[in-house]
Nanobody, 125 residues
Framework: QVHLVQSGGGLVQPGGSLRLSCAAS????????IGWYRQAPEKQRDFIAG???????TFRDSVKGRFTIDRDIDANTVYLQMNNLKPEDTAVYYC???????????????????WGQGTQVTVSS
């Protein structure tokens, strides 16, 4: 059964860095693509980055060049490294298991937790 547990996040000054972790159960990273989303207050949850089973990454323009994704397959963990953070990056960040399709990322539905629990990132001086 899929289960994603997030860690990391917190408060950081503009220009600082944070790393978020998404630990997956079982063989999730060998079976699902992983997406990262964020949701700012009173805004919708938006896809910002993702990594395929094969390791190919993609980033939304707003984070491209500042955020990177790494995976530790043996540890079943995906990392979102966030550098040069800006106040507009403030949001709750979520990881999710699913599938990339042309032009979109589809989060899998079914038994299990295909969404991480979310973690707050606050960028403020």
């Amino acid at each position: 059964q899929v289960h994603l547990v997030q860690s990391g996040g917190g408060l950081v000054q503009p220009g600082g860095s944070l790393r978020l972790s998404c630990a997956a159960s079982g063989r999730v990273l060998r079976s699902y693509d992983i997406g990262w989303y964020r949701q700012a207050p009173e805004k919708q949850r938006d896809f910002i980055a993702g990594v395929t089973i094969g390791g190919r990454t993609t980033f939304r323009d707003s984070v491209k060049g500042r955020f990177t994704i790494d995976r530790d397959i043996d540890a079943n963990t995906v990392y979102l490294q966030m550098n040069n953070l800006k106040p507009e990056d403030t949001a709750v960040y979520y990881c999710a298991a699913g599938t990339f399709v042309p032009g979109n990322f589809i989060v899998t539905r079914g038994r299990g937790d295909y969404w991480g629990q979310g973690t707050q990132v606050t960028v403020s001086s």
